[in-house]
């Protein structure tokens, strides 16, 4: 056992917390430093006298820190005597700005030098000398001996002692030693302090984890606390300004400047419950003011923003805050909170203001505050001000693991628009002051959209594919399963069936409906309605028969094209129904020589449904001339000299195949339609590019996330290029795709159908925007398109703030068919733009400018979700939920799952009492209103989950708090749990409970009902193959989906493959024998 002893004091608490802090990182970046400018008739050798003594008279210039073995926390021992030592640098006889940035060298190299708290020199002092009566006395400190107030008490300390020195005298007056002031806070808390620690229990530190300023680094460089200080040089006049205002509104200029700092935040956070650490100097007691010594801390200032708040009302609000949180300063502890949940051990946004005299002159020469840094606890960012006299002196802090000094320059900026702005317009709503200087907003509004290119078309798509056709009659234009047709064959069927359909009232403006199983005759079908001047509608015969009815009468098609099997599905729900595969024999007798088109480029040339808040999907309305650009647009970013097949994997009932249609069929490439079942399954599907070199794909990104799960990964990729589009694409995505394929150009493409099929291309080069970027950018707008991201003011936001995506230019569809107020609320008047007729579309999108001008896609602010490619209305789904008899009140919502993929989930109240006595488990799991939706809606738009509750949780004003739905428990999903009862179906519930991320799976629980859906049912069937060694096709999962039912398959599976090797076997076993070994086994009864 050591004897070791150690006298000294307890840490106070703002020394404890910091010391907390400083564990965290091997450097002590927590120091304060201060330039100090000496005018006049300057005597060095008093000074350092002088130096000494303010050492020896102040205990916490000599104190150090020390720990015993076993100490966490340590003493403050304070030294009898420390000799400082003064180095010297002398710049006389050299420019001004030299000796100014020779200065900030020496300041900067001091900041760099390393502390040893437990037995180095406290105090560390340089002093320059410009000339005979100006020189710089720098001085630096722990933040465990000194704050900022420090620093300007040790100024005035210093200037007295100067005098005194100087007239012979010696100082009587001995100051309030720190480690007295320690015990004395640590007396005050023992004393009733309920009052002040209700006051802190109020405020909500929850959200300091959401605080993320633009461009700050997912994760920091390294874990290093890198404390930086970038300078602001606003116009003396602001500051005047400003004072004038604060006093006209009675409050400090503190409070306004605090305020404004509040505003940027929110802006560029959008958090509305903002929290800002403020420093309070800790010395609000007459006795404590000129003490030295860490006495201040950053306490937490909470305020409501809201873009209708008037500035004015902020600034009382502000005012009211900051005075009580200063009033409750000594209660406030960090330990009450740090406990908590989720609470991040710091205030990331911070906030300091001090007002200085100018100077301290005595004997003939002043002491006034040069510059100085103060850095006393971890922060993301912080605002300093130095108010000297009528001039405010702004730095921002900022934590340089975190931030680059270029995004922290930009935020400088913005601050100085908001100040100013705030000053000249105090009776605006928060939301209406400016952050844009007119350079930025020229850049945003302007230089970003300088896309205009002039491709002289007058042509419809159908005529550049006849042209196509015309120069490359005999290359392969389609390929569906072993069928092909060359570029001549396709135009003649496409020119039969045109022909065939102008006979039947076909036209310019004519909707003609094409409900088809993957096929030749889709894309056959869609040139020919183009080629008479009609408009298509793509229609997926795996939708539900009643959605189907309701496209095709809300579009009034007066002519369907199908397949004989689907007449029945689809009835009587147009009145000219022709079904391809029984008909073509009479379509073929007509002519196959190109028609006369008598379409133009303004003409409706395809309609597409997508969800819609109402209940019912809308079609948006796309016309030849928004196709044209398109692919004038996309062609260039795909460089298709290299390309010559493309491979389409999607649904022809949305636009996202058109990225492979129209450039395949317009440039002589070759366009291969994957059947369903082939595109599902990633071994089918390898085995398929294997056959087939396919050199671009078009793929919504978790599809293909899906498919890279195989063990044939790598041959699932195209050669030449990848386009990841309908939804937000990950970096551990690519990453994946570029260790499989390094070679292949990977193009992240973003566009609602309303802007035809995308806008916005990214070509991943490198992962260079991964620091930033939470999902892979969406990149800059093709040509003739402009992107604008605003505010709902419609005024552009700065880079780097979140706002909504509007689009312009020559991509925006006509519209919605035949709803007119929807459109003109989507399609509005473009404000930017003085072409007459210009419209902008409201996306609903959220994104930002990154800072290299491409843009980061960031979610919905709306209720609309993107799932495995498809645009969902949630209000759609709640819509067609409250059909059912059994529910009174419904909400859905999407959550993202363990793998960070959204799941659609329904929370409901039952209509009556006598519901939950009824059937209160299957209504709990949800099984009849999923039944019902099966009816109604396509099966990515049907909720995995169904959670019964009593009552919806509320806001305070009276609507659903949506964020405070509870998540889906387990048991509300899957009922009753029955264990697998042998190897197989153990088997199977181990890989169902890893691909679902749940605890456990019965053998009666359905695989959907669990959350389950097409993408997860591929890793499953991929699994279970190599697990089992079989050839188990996916389609047996969704016609067994549970453990039990697919089990019972994989036996049968087992037990066939068995057979067949036996068989196998006798054949090889029979091949090896002469003839008359035959006979002779033969004779005797065959083989045993």
Same mark, same amino acid.
């Given at each position: ?22 564990? $965290? ?125 420090? @620093? ?374 869609? $040139? ?41 599905? @689809? ?68 460089? $298709? ?103 292949? $150009? ?58 909504? @995506? ?283």
């Amino acid at each position: 056992m050591s004897n070791q002893t150690l006298e000294g004091f307890r840490l106070s608490p703002q020394q404890k917390r910091l010391w907390t802090l400083q564990q $965290l990182t091997e450097s002590i970046p927590y120091r304060v430093q201060a330039g100090i400018l000496i005018e006049g008739n300057f005597n060095k050798e008093v000074l350092n006298i002088v130096l000494q003594k303010v050492v020896n008279i102040n205990e916490i210039l000599r104190t150090n820190f020390k720990c015993l073995p076993g100490m966490t926390i340590p003493l403050q021992v304070i030294n009898d005597y420390c000799p400082l030592e003064i180095d010297e640098h002398d710049l006389t006889n050299l420019e001004l700005e030299i000796q100014e940035n020779k200065t900030d060298f020496i300041f900067q190299e001091m900041l760099q030098q390393p502390l040893d708290l437990e037995k180095g020199s406290t105090l560390s002092a340089s002093i320059v000398t410009w000339s005979a009566d100006k020189h710089i006395l720098l001085l630096s400190l722990s933040a465990m001996n000194a704050d900022r107030t420090t @620093l300007v008490n040790l100024v005035d300390e210093i200037s007295s002692c100067y005098s005194a020195t100087l007239a012979g005298k010696e100082i009587e007056e001995q100051p309030l030693q720190y480690a007295d002031i320690a015990e004395w806070q640590y007396e005050l808390l023992t004393e009733d302090t309920a009052q002040g620690k209700e006051y802190w229990q109020k405020v909500n530190l929850s959200n300091l984890s959401r605080i993320h300023l633009p461009f700050e680094r997912k994760t920091a460089l390294n874990l290093e606390f890198a404390p930086k200080v970038l300078g602001l040089k606003l116009s003396p006049t602001i500051s005047k300004d400003l004072a004038a205002l604060a006093k006209s509104h009675e409050i400090s200029n503190e409070t306004f400047v605090l305020a404004c700092w509040q505003v940027l935040i929110w802006k560029l956070t959008a958090q509305s419950d903002l929290v800002v650490g403020v420093a309070c100097n800790g010395r609000k007691y007459e006795e404590l003011e000129p003490a030295l010594g860490l006495l201040s801390k950053y306490v937490p200032i909470q305020c409501q923003l809201d873009e209708q708040l008037p500035f004015s009302q902020l600034l009382q609000q502000v005012h009211q805050a900051d005075s009580d949180a200063c009033k409750w300063q000594e209660y406030f502890h960090w330990d009450d909170f740090i406990s908590k949940e989720e609470t991040l051990p710091f205030l990331p946004i911070c906030f300091e203001f001090k007002q200085v005299d100018n100077q301290s002159c005595n004997a003939g020469v002043s002491f006034s505050i040069y510059k100085h840094y103060s850095c006393i606890t971890k922060f993301k960012i912080k605002l300093s001000c130095l108010q000297k006299n009528d001039e405010i002196h702004f730095q921002l802090y900022y934590d340089a693991s975190l931030y680059d000094l270029t995004d922290v320059k930009r935020i400088a900026e913005y601050f100085e628009i908001l100040l100013i702005s705030a000053v000249n317009n105090p009776k605006f709503t928060i939301g209406e002051l400016e952050l844009l200087k007119d350079a930025t907003r020229q850049q945003l509004l302007i230089d970003f959209n300088n896309t205009s290119v002039d491709y002289f078309s007058d042509k419809c798509i159908h005529q550049l594919f006849e042209e196509q056709a015309a120069r490359t009659p005999d290359q392969i234009a389609l390929v569906f399963e072993n069928q092909q047709l060359t570029y001549k064959e396709l135009n003649e069927r496409a020119n039969q069936l045109a022909n065939y359909l102008q006979k039947r009232g076909v036209k310019p403006e004519v909707i003609v409906g094409i409900c088809l199983e993957r096929s030749l005759e889709i894309v056959i079908s869609m $040139l020919g309605i183009l080629k008479v001047g009609g408009a298509y509608l793509p229609l997926d015969p795996a939708m539900p028969t009643e959605r189907l009815k309701l496209m095709l009468q809300d579009a009034q098609t007066p002519v369907l094209l199908t397949q004989q099997r689907l007449v029945n599905k @689809l009835g009587d729900c147009t009145p000219n129904i022709i079904s391809l595969d029984t008909d073509w024999d009479e379509i073929a007798q007509e002519s196959n020589q190109n028609c006369s088109s008598i379409a133009t480029t303004e003409n409706l040339a395809y309609v597409i449904y997508t969800s819609g808040s109402t209940g019912k999907p809308k079609g948006v309305a796309v016309e030849h001339q928004q196709i044209l650009n398109y692919l004038y647009g996309i062609l260039p970013r795909l460089d $298709l000299a290299v390309v010559s097949s493309f491979a389409m994997v999607s649904t022809f009932a949305a636009d996202l195949g058109n990225t492979a249609i129209f450039p395949a069929l317009c440039t002589g490439s070759c366009l291969h339609i994957i059947p369903q079942n082939v595109a599902s399954d990633p071994e089918t599907l390898a085995a398929y590019f294997e056959h087939h070199s396919i050199d671009c794909l078009k793929i919504v990104p978790s599809h293909l996330a899906a498919l890279l799960t195989s063990p044939k990964a790598a041959s699932i990729l195209p050669r030449k290029r990848l386009v990841l589009g309908g939804e937000a694409s990950h970096w551990d995505l690519i990453e994946r795709i570029q260790k499989y394929a390094p070679d292949c $150009l990977i193009i992240n493409h973003y566009g609602p159908t309303e802007s035809t099929v995308g806008v916005l291309t990214y070509q991943v080069s490198d992962n260079n925007l991964r620091h930033i970027s939470e999902t892979v950018p969406i990149g800059r707008p093709i040509a003739n398109t402009q992107i604008y991201i605003l505010d709902s003011h419609l005024r552009p936001v700065p880079i780097g703030v979140t706002g909504e @995506l509007y689009i312009g230019g020559n991509s925006l569809a006509r519209g919605y068919l035949n709803k007119s107020e929807i459109t003109a609320e989507k399609f509005i008047v473009n404000p930017f733009s003085d072409r007459p007729n210009s419209r902008i579309y409201k996306t609903g999108d959220a994104a930002r400018y990154l800072p290299d001008g491409n843009i980061e896609f960031l979610g919905r602010i709306d209720n609309q979700i993107k799932i495995r490619g498809f645009r969902i209305e949630l209000g759609e789904i709640e819509a067609t939920i409250r059909q059912h008899p059994d529910i009174k009140q419904v909400v859905v919502i999407a959550r993202e799952d363990a793998l960070g993929e959204k799941r659609i989930i329904a929370y409901f109240l039952p209509s009556s009492e006598n519901v939950e006595t009824l059937h209160t488990t299957s209504l709990q799991q949800g099984k009849p209103i999923r039944e019902f939706l099966q009816q109604k809606l396509p099966d990515y738009m049907i909720p995995s989950a169904f959670v019964q509750l009593k009552t919806f949780p509320l806001t305070a004003n009276g609507k659903v708090d949506r964020q405070a739905l509870p998540a889906p428990e387990q048991a509300n999903l899957v009922g009753s749990f029955v264990a697998p009862r042998n190897h197989i179906e153990e088997t199977l519930a181990a890989i169902w409970t890893e691909v679902l991320k749940i605890e456990q799976v019965g053998i009666y629980n359905n695989f959907f009902e669990l959350g389950g859906h097409s993408l997860l049912a591929t890793q499953v069937i991929s699994r279970l193959r190599q697990a089992f060694q079989i050839d188990l096709p996916l389609h047996h999962l969704f016609e067994a989906p549970t453990v039990a039912g697919l089990a019972v398959v994989i036996a049968q599976k087992i037990s066939e493959q068995a057979d067949e090797k036996m068989m196998a076997e006798m054949v090889a076993e029979l091949e090896q024998l002469s003839q008359e070994e035959v006979q002779k086994i033969l004779a005797n009864g065959g083989i045993n």
